[in-house]
């Protein structure tokens, strides 16, 4: 039989260096299915729901080092259940592509069964680009550029439509060569830009550096190290709420939190330099003040749209973070003393541990589970959380000495981090990876632990149990209305499954502890283990997160 399209779509993303597709099927999806009988170099992972392939995909793409994420959608209705993963990709800039079978042409004309106008139009929004494919000889060109797209200056997910008689027809072009397509380089900051952020930061009396996300993508986080060395300026990892990455070890002494607007090194800083991060990704309009007047505010980023968004920017700083960081130690007076470095204040960004021992009856509170975690942690163990109102004591509480040893997104799409987990243990099959979730974000995420059985990843899933929808109970808090007034939260109260029955019954061997000794002896299980398991820990449904 001549070789079809779907075979050339195969062949390309094999010369990329892709070697796993992750995909929940349909009949569309058929001609691919068949020509991957014939290419077993490429892994097709089957997925039973389309946010687990999405969050596979993003979980794989940030790890792996270079070839991109693939996800492979059916139909509209399938695009539409992966969508809270493309958005978490956008704003976790993996290279993400998103195949999405289509029907052939002639049932989109007449808006047949699963063929709505224009579903490219659903993902554009959470794409770098969305295109479908309009003839058979096009999609050879047409898939390297959505392959160029993803993978390059900043990276990020994108879509491309493959309707299904244009992918099972016979081939009719030659692939183009991945070499000519794969990479773009990055440009440079400009030189007067360079020159003005270094004197800022020489003559500041009380630097900040404010450690982004873009430094573990563009491998810069040792020479944020030096610079901040040079300098003797304290470093915070982003705000929480549009962290993404670990990009500063917590146990070198320049460390000095989280980004908050309370916390004394953000408080006594007279020049911050947002480095590669976000500067700022609001959760609620003004829950993030401006830095105070008279602060020089220097940002970098490596998408030039989101530089000064928020409150705008002095001096901003553009292109490769290895270059930036560079030049910005190039550019340092060669006789700059670092100032005295001590330790760092960060009470007030992270509150008080409290831990209130293990031998007392009740629920664990959350910083108690984040301690035990932290005893087990070593720079081999990478930690996804998505425990929405937990996350912040897991921040707080866990070492993140290696880049990128602990990620989460501020999509707010729950579910996230179940497949996610996934994706990072392909990406990195020496480490260990732990999945902290919270109870709401389990029930979207639930049939990753299929995928976990099957495949038997070694994944340990973390499930902190409040029973509750707590930032939404947060949320009326803030609100302070009747609901604060009467003590009813309505849509807060989630409480009832078995979680570790429902792990159980996915083939995935789970425990629930209620004690911070229980807890202590499962993770050392769980870290023993060959294969996936699941640890549900009961935790205050009253505790609301920060």
């Given at each position: 039989?001549?070789?079809?399209?779907?075979?050339?779509?195969i062949d390309?993303?094999l010369d990329?260096?892709?070697?796993?597709v992750?995909?929940c099927?349909?009949?569309?999806?058929?001609p691919?299915?068949?020509?991957?009988?014939?290419?077993p170099e490429?892994?097709v992972w089957?997925?039973?729901h389309e946010?687990t392939a999405?969050?596979?995909a993003d979980?794989?793409a940030r790890?792996?080092?270079?070839?991109p994420?693939?996800?492979?959608l059916h139909t509209?209705?399938g695009l539409?259940?992966g969508?809270?993963?493309?958005?978490?990709?956008q704003?976790?800039r993996?290279?993400?592509?998103?195949l999405n079978?289509?029907?052939?042409?002639?049932?989109?004309s007449r808006?047949?069964?699963?063929?709505p106008p224009d579903?490219?139009?659903?993902a554009?929004?959470?794409?770098?680009?969305s295109?479908?494919?309009q003839?058979t000889?096009?999609?050879?060109?047409d898939?390297?550029?959505?392959l160029?797209?993803a993978?390059?200056g900043p990276?990020?997910?994108v879509?491309?439509g493959?309707p299904?008689?244009l992918?099972?027809a016979p081939?009719?072009t030659?692939?183009?060569?991945?070499?000519r397509?794969?990479?773009?380089t990055s440009?440079?900051p400009?030189p007067?830009?360079?020159?003005?952020?270094?004197?800022?930061?020489?003559?500041?009396r009380?630097?900040?550096?404010?450690?982004?996300?873009?430094?573990?993508r563009?491998?810069?986080?040792?020479?944020?190290?030096?610079?901040?060395e040079r300098l003797?300026?304290?470093?915070?990892?982003?705000d929480?709420?549009?962290f993404?990455?670990?990009?500063?070890?917590?146990g070198?002494?320049?460390?000095?939190?989280f980004?908050a607007?309370?916390?004394?090194?953000?408080?006594?800083?007279d020049?911050?330099?947002?480095l590669?991060?976000?500067c700022?990704h609001?959760f609620?309009?003004?829950?993030i003040?401006?830095?105070?007047?008279?602060?020089?505010?220097?940002?970098?980023?490596?998408d030039?749209?989101?530089?000064?968004k928020?409150?705008?920017a002095d001096i901003t700083?553009t292109?490769?973070?290895r270059?930036?960081l560079?030049?910005?130690l190039t550019?340092l007076?060669?006789?700059?003393?670092?100032?005295?470095?001590?330790?760092?204040d960060t009470?007030?960004?992270t509150?008080p541990?409290?831990?209130?021992?293990p031998d007392?009856?009740?629920?664990?509170?959350?910083?108690?589970?984040a301690?035990?975690?932290?005893?087990t942690?070593?720079?081999?163990t990478?930690i996804?959380?998505?425990?929405?109102?937990s996350?912040?004591?897991?921040?707080?509480h866990l070492?993140q000495?290696?880049?990128?040893?602990l990620i989460?997104t501020s999509?707010?799409?729950?579910?996230?981090g179940?497949g996610?987990?996934?994706?990072?243990?392909?990406?990195?099959?020496?480490?260990r990876?732990?999945?902290?979730v919270?109870?709401?974000?389990?029930?979207f995420?639930?049939?990753?632990?299929?995928v976990?059985?099957?495949?038997r990843?070694p994944?340990?899933?973390?499930?902190i149990?409040n029973g509750?929808y707590?930032?939404v109970?947060?949320?009326?808090?803030?609100?302070?209305?009747?609901a604060v007034e009467?003590?009813?939260?309505p849509?807060?109260?989630?409480?009832?499954?078995d979680f570790?029955a429902i792990s159980a019954?996915y083939g995935?061997?789970?425990?629930?502890?209620d004690s911070?000794p229980?807890?202590?002896?499962a993770?050392?299980?769980?870290?023993?283990a060959?294969?996936?398991?699941f640890i549900?820990?009961?935790t205050d449904?009253?505790?609301?997160?920060p």
């Open positions: 039989m001549p070789q079809s399209a779907a075979h050339t779509l390309i993303l990329w260096g892709v070697r796993q992750f995909t099927p349909g009949s569309t999806e058929a691919f299915l068949d020509a991957s009988v014939d290419r490429l892994d089957l997925t039973t946010l999405v969050t596979m979980g794989y790890f792996a080092g270079g070839p994420g693939v996800a492979y509209n209705v539409v259940n969508l809270g993963g493309m958005y978490a990709a704003l976790g993996a290279p993400v592509l998103v079978g289509l029907k052939a042409g002639v049932i989109q808006r047949g069964f699963t063929a579903v490219g139009a659903l554009a929004g959470n794409a770098k680009w295109w479908q494919v003839r000889e096009h999609l050879a060109e898939l390297s550029r959505a160029q797209v993978t390059n990276p990020g997910p879509w491309l493959l299904e008689d992918v099972a081939a009719s030659v692939a183009p060569a991945p070499a397509s794969r990479q773009v440009g440079a400009a007067d830009q360079v020159a003005a952020a270094a004197s800022a930061l020489a003559g500041a009380k630097p900040l550096l404010v450690a982004g996300a873009d430094l573990v563009e491998d810069a986080v040792d020479l944020l190290v030096r610079l901040a003797g300026a304290q470093v915070v990892n982003e929480r709420r549009s993404e990455r670990s990009a500063f070890p917590t070198h002494p320049c460390y000095a939190g980004y607007d309370r916390l004394p090194a953000v408080r006594q800083a020049v911050v330099a947002f590669g991060a976000r700022f609001e609620e309009a003004g829950s003040a401006a830095p105070a007047a008279g602060v020089t505010l220097i940002h970098s980023n490596a030039p749209a989101e530089i000064g928020t409150h705008g700083l292109g490769d973070h270059l930036i560079d030049q910005l550019a007076p060669a006789d700059h003393q670092p100032r005295p470095t001590s330790p760092a009470t007030e960004a509150g541990a409290t831990v209130t021992g007392r009856d009740g629920p664990l509170s959350v910083p108690e589970v301690t035990a975690l932290a005893a942690v070593d720079r081999r990478r996804v959380a998505d425990a929405t109102t996350n912040g004591a897991f921040f707080a070492p000495d290696t880049p990128g040893q989460t999509s707010g799409a729950l579910g996230w179940m996610a987990a996934l994706g990072v243990s392909i990406a990195r099959p020496d480490d990876v732990v999945a902290v919270g109870d709401g974000s389990f029930q995420g639930a049939p990753a632990l299929w976990a059985a099957r495949r990843l994944v340990t899933y973390l499930m149990n509750s707590a930032a109970a947060a949320a009326l808090r803030r609100y302070g209305r009747r009467s003590g009813t939260y849509g807060k109260d989630i409480a009832g499954p570790a019954g995935v061997p789970a425990e629930r502890v911070a229980a807890l202590a002896k993770l050392d299980t769980a870290a023993d060959a294969g996936p398991r549900e820990v009961r449904p009253d505790d609301l997160g």
